[in-house]
């Protein structure tokens, strides 16, 4: 969730993080290939209060509203280029 939201700012610090952040666990799983893509927030979907408000929190702490930031046709382009490589 956070790394979508990272991915859905303007502020490009937060974008150059990401693959830092996700590092330790391509050395884990060792991926075919690697997409990164902004997600949907949407706080009031959370069961639970706190989550709801941590989410609100979250996002007014870099500036973000509520909201779906995918960008489908990128998200289609990267799985038609990594087909290829996941059938073998």
Do not use: H
């Amino acid at each position: 969730m956070t790394i979508g939201a990272m991915l859905a700012t303007s502020n490009e610090p937060y974008k150059k993080m990401v693959p830092d952040w996700l590092a330790p666990l391509c050395l884990q799983i060792r991926p075919a290939a690697e997409g990164s893509f902004a997600g949907a927030l949407w706080p009031n979907q959370y069961p639970k209060l706190s989550e709801k408000l941590g989410l609100r929190i979250f996002l007014a702490a870099i500036r973000l509203k509520p909201g779906d930031y995918r960008d489908w046709d990128a998200i289609r382009a990267w799985a038609e280029r990594v087909s290829p490589l996941l059938r073998g």
